[in-house]
């Protein structure tokens, strides 16, 4: 099936949908047809996450996001697992799923497949998704399932009350580990990259205006997403990004990865990042370093450099790239099973009962 | 009587062979009324597919019939040893049978490991046809003998027929231009060539079948074909087999039929479902012995719409299931016992979200890996109680290979209208066994009719319309159930507990205990909505269900309930479910035949049961329910309805044979079973009593 015929099986069933939606009255809940607002994307449940917590400011950046993109709240989905941030889809005046611990990519898989049609998000955080639902994460990245994955990285575990997770630092004290963790953590980036996904970004909950423009470019790219979202925990991990998030320091910390542009950051772009000719990145002083800089290209699809990139920072106290690190184009995995289904049904004709039943040897019985 | 081949008359089967196989000889063959034959070899030697087609060539001549795949778990363990001993068991009859047989007549020993782990089986009088050329020193050590048993005495109580099957094969493919090892691949089909004819099989099905299977492998259709036709003219020219056989046709009900498996007739009732339903399939599985067969059935029928996902692991493939009945599809997940203990967790989020998801459990023996190839039925409480928190589900179990379809399509049906995850427990007996089904008109097939909410459901006291998920439908108590992509309904589901109604989060005690109450309401209230008990009684069947109706067969007589309970009816009740029907079915009719009058229920509905099945209890003295467990349903039933069962158990993970059911069921009627809380079949393992 070509990709316009693909497109119309989505158009046809979205059709369907909207041929559904007229048979509705309108009212005051939910949208009608006309543009969306923020009120249009809000539910009416009272948001429980602790005061101050950096979920809020994703909240809002996702509800001011969502009226700028073409979709609608009965076409959205958002699906997620346990913790803080898995709460995520009863604040969202669309359809969702709050899930079990890690499953959600899981489920959404399968949403995804049988409703191409859908626009579907998936929240969850760094334990959510690294630790019981490693498995899903990686697997559904690599299938290119058209699901937009958001990763809410705090570097421990809110809801069970301060564990350590699998992206917190070595030697974390917390109440399991009072004498220090001994794992090494894992760098969502570079698992996202590991695993093959074809778009890997990084925002932070500092920045709506960033972060906005990271879910339309999620939203906007054919094919699964991942997001990894710098995430203040005030209760138990506060401050965790502030050695590259304070207000005073992003500007010398934060890379900030731009499309087909040298790799600069600073007040001035007074830094980049260069290749040694050992083929390893580094950071170095860009006056004197102008042909050595890096040019970004999210669309490489050898995603060597991607990696490296995501390694350049071993924690959030060195120079850590924001943005996208790899956007590249992948047949999407719907599409690729419902060209099946096509191919299927183009060779052996629309299945019917009858000729199944009568599929195999047969004999009659007088 | 041992006989033996000399060199000449192999030249003559050769001769015959050339002659394209047209007889010789007449020879009237005898008239048998059934025929169990088991086929046994190496793994890698074809004994499945030899048993299958033999299978195939007596369903077209019309005989019943019923199979039993008997295969190890290692694909290919150490060639030659017992370890690797793959059988096929199959009865042919001219009437009809529920079981694969007892004690097979005819044993097809491949190798001494065959003849050395099947032996036991063959009752004095059988017969055997071994294949003579593998008996040499190396695979006679292999298989455990220190003397080659054709040689000695072991052998004196049967009649055996040796013959050198690899090297009458390897001759026979010489001028075909095979290579000789791979012409030796071919015994299997000497060995079904040999069989068809002493048993008068038609040769033209199975060379159609040879042509068709190997299609486009010129090299390897010679060759089979060679081997075959040489069997056969072995047969008629050898001149060692005093007598051939015939089982003539059996009485089935007249229609078309088909020879199926349980894994394929329940992929088929899935589909069916989905048909009826008018929603699509999707199937999330991971694989796994012995359920994988319904994911390549499934993945092979893309052109009814239906979507396979091969996940990344078990609970992928349920989670994936659940999120594609939350887009309005029937999501289905197949697996065995392990699979389920890792989806529980899932399961119990569907049973909070409610929203229907089938649960195909094909058991296998267990704990842990177990006997991953055999079969048991040991999870049935496993369904019942494998999740945390109280979560109730309904459970269905198939009787038979044919019966999955409509047990199938039962499970789907539940699922849909009551918004619940539902689990459908099969075995390896069923899953690999086959039988003659008569094809049911499409037509017949009742619809599904599903409606998803599209409007409003509830009205706040501002006048503002908004949709409640958990507003029920007041008779089935099933939620109402928008799916994404309709206007207006947008709302959140979770595992959280939810508020009546409204579906908010909630964690008000006496709400939590109300939707407790409601969601074991709604399971309890499917007795309604399901047929009562079937009872089999001497004279026909009381209650009979369109899922039991096909296996009375020659029984479809109907007796009314009252009359039956208000004669002098038998005192002795033996309740069955699953897979044991075959078996008990036979048994049963075999007591029947001494004069005894015992009554037989059968359940395919386990949770709930039938609404009736306490009440027809309470009309015995006694209760039988043989298991193939330690006493699972006789478990339930203690506790349900507090009386006392005997509990028959045999975790050989094999299946009951008849016999040593009608030797219980005849102790029981004499007052001889011992006290104890389960009884054993196997008289050398002392009985347990846990009081
Ligand atoms: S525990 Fe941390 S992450 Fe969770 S809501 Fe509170 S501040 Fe936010």
């Known amino acids: 099936m070509s990709e316009n015929e693909t497109q119309e099986t989505i158009e046809a069933t979205s059709k369907e949908v909207e041929e559904l939606a007229e048979k509705i009255p309108a009212s005051s809940n939910g949208a009608t047809n006309g543009k969306t607002t923020k009120e249009d994307w809000t539910s009416d449940q009272i948001v429980r996450w602790c005061p101050g917590c950096g979920d809020y400011s994703i909240l809002t950046a996702m509800q001011l996001a969502l009226p700028e993109l073409n979709t609608r709240p009965e076409k959205t989905v958002f699906i997620s697992g346990i913790g803080c941030a898995a709460r995520f889809p009863y604040y969202m005046e669309t359809y969702g799923i709050h899930g079990i611990h890690g499953r959600a990519p899981a489920i959404a898989t399968g949403l995804a497949i049988a409703r191409p049609d859908l626009d579907i998000w998936v929240i969850g955080g760094d334990g959510d998704m690294l630790s019981i639902g490693g498995n899903h994460l990686i697997h559904a990245l690599r299938r290119n399932v058209k699901i937009k994955i958001l990763l809410f990285n705090n570097q421990i575990y809110g809801l069970t009350k301060g564990q350590y997770s699998p992206t917190s630092e070595v030697g974390k004290i917390t109440k399991s580990t009072p004498l220090g963790s001994l794992d090494e953590p894992f760098n969502p980036i570079s698992i996202a990259l590991g695993a093959q996904a074809s778009f890997v970004a990084r925002t932070h909950d500092m920045n709506r205006a960033h972060m906005q423009k990271t879910f339309k470019q999620a939203f906007e790219h054919e094919g699964g997403a991942f997001v990894e979202i710098y995430q203040n925990c005030n209760v138990f991990n506060d401050g965790i990004f502030d050695g590259v998030l304070k207000k005073d320091r992003r500007e010398e910390m934060l890379i900030q990865l731009e499309d087909g542009k040298p790799i600069t950051f600073g007040a001035n772009g007074e830094r980049g990042v260069a290749m040694t000719n050992q083929g390893k990145l580094e950071v170095v002083d860009a006056a004197g370093n102008e042909d050595r800089l890096l040019i970004h290209e999210a669309g490489r699809h050898n995603p060597t450099l991607a990696f490296a990139l995501s390694q350049i920072a071993r924690g959030p106290f060195e120079p850590t790239p924001v943005g996208i690190f790899r956007q590249v184009r992948r047949e999407e995995y719907s599409d690729g099973i419902q060209k099946q289904l096509d191919y299927a049904q183009k060779s052996k004709g629309e299945g019917k009962l009858e000729e199944l039943f009568n599929s195999r040897s047969t004999w009659e019985v007088k | ?368 890996t177990g006997l991953p190839t055999k079969t048991e039925a040991t999870d049935l409480l496993l369904a019942y109680f494998g999740r945390h928190g109280e979560s109730p589900l309904p459970i269905v179990a198939p009787y038979s290979p044919s019966d999955c379809f409509l047990i199938a399509f039962e499970a789907v049906r539940i699922a849909l209208k009551y918004r619940t995850p539902t689990i459908l427990l099969s075995d390896a007996y069923l899953a690999n066994g086959s039988e003659p089904w008569l094809l049911p008109e499409a037509s017949d097939l009742p619809d599904i009719n599903i409606e998803f909410a599209t409007d409003y459901n509830h009205e706040h006291e501002d006048g503002r319309k908004d949709f409640w998920p958990y507003i029920r439908d007041p008779e089935t108590l099933a939620r109402d159930w928008a799916v994404p992509g309709t206007h207006g309904l947008m709302h959140r589901i979770g595992g959280l507990e939810k508020e009546d109604k409204s579906g908010n989060i909630s964690y008000d005690p006496h709400n939590h205990e109300a939707m407790t109450h409601i969601r074991a309401d709604k399971i309890e209230g499917i007795a309604k909505d399901i047929p009562g008990i079937w009872v089999n009684t001497a004279e026909g069947d009381i209650g009979g269900t369109q899922f039991i109706s096909n296996a009375a067969k020659s029984q479809e007589r109907e007796v009314s309930k009252e009359k039956h309970y208000n004669s002098d009816h038998p005192r002795l009740l033996v309740l069955g479910w699953g897979s044991t029907w075959g078996a008990i079915s036979s048994a049963v009719r075999k007591v029947r035949r001494e004069g005894v009058a015992i009554d037989y229920a059968h359940l395919t509905h386990l949770c709930p049961f039938p609404a009736d099945l306490g009440e027809i209890l309470s009309r015995y003295d006694e209760i039988i329910i043989p298991e193939v467990n330690m006493g699972q349903l006789a478990f339930l039933i203690r506790a349900k309805y507090l009386i006392n069962v005997r509990s028959i158990s045999k975790v050989q993970a094999q299946p009951y044979v008849a016999s040593e059911l009608k030797q219980i069921f005849m102790d029981a009627v004499a007052g001889k079973l011992p006290d104890d809380e389960i009884i054993n079949v196997n008289p050398n393992l002392s009985n347990r009593s846990f009081s």
Not at chain 2, 130 to 150: H, M, Q, S, W
Request: charged content about 20%.
């Open chain 2, 1 to 368: 009587m041992t006989d033996t081949i000399t060199n000449e008359k192999a030249a003559k089967a050769k001769e015959a062979e050339k002659t394209n196989g047209t007889s010789s000889k007449e020879q009237k063959p005898e008239e048998l009324s059934r025929l169990v034959i088991r086929f046994a070899g190496d793994s890698g030697d074809g004994m499945q597919l030899t048993g299958t087609q033999f299978t195939s060539t007596s369903a077209f001549m019309g005989n019943d019939l019923a199979t039993f795949p008997d295969f190890p778990a290692e694909i290919r363990a150490p060639a030659g040893t017992v370890h690797g001993v793959s059988a096929f068991q199959v009865q042919i009859s001219d009437h009809d049978i529920t079981t694969p047989g007892e004690d097979p007549s005819v044993l097809v020993a491949m190798n001494p490991a065959a003849l050395q782990s099947e032996l036991h089986r063959i009752p004095k009088g059988g017969t055997l046809i071994v294949n003579e050329d593998t008996f040499d020193e190396r695979n006679l050590e292999k298989a455990g003998f220190t003397k080659n048993p054709l040689e000695d005495s072991t052998l004196d109580d049967f009649t055996v027929f040796k013959v050198p099957m690899t090297s009458l094969t390897k001759e026979v493919c010489k001028d075909k231009g095979v290579k000789p090892r791979d012409a030796e691949r071919s015994k299997n089909f000497f060995a079904l060539g040999l069989i068809s004819w002493l048993y008068s099989r038609s040769i033209d099905s199975t060379l159609e079948w040879i042509e068709k299977q190997f299609a486009g492998k010129e090299m390897i259709i010679n060759a089979n074909t060679a081997a075959f036709k040489a069997g056969h003219a072995f047969g008629e020219t050898a001149e060692m087999f005093d007598a051939r056989y015939d089982v003539p046709s059996a009485k089935l009900p007249p229609g078309t039929y088909t020879n199926i498996t349980g894994n394929t007739a329940l992929s088929w009732g899935l589909l069916a479902a989905s048909e009826k339903s008018k929603l699509p399939l999707f199937l999330g599985s991971y694989p796994i012995t012995p359920a994988s067969d319904i994911l390549h059935e499934l993945s092979s029928k893309k052109h009814f719409g239906v979507k396979t996902l091969q996940a990344e692991d078990e609970i992928a493939a349920i989670c994936a299931a659940l999120g594609a009945s939350y887009g309005g599809h029937i999501g289905v997940t197949t697996t065995s016992g392990p699979g389920v203990a890792l989806k529980a967790e899932t399961t119990g989020l569907a049973t909070s979200l409610e929203l229907p998801l089938v649960i195909v459990d094909v058991q296998r023996g267990g704990p842990s």
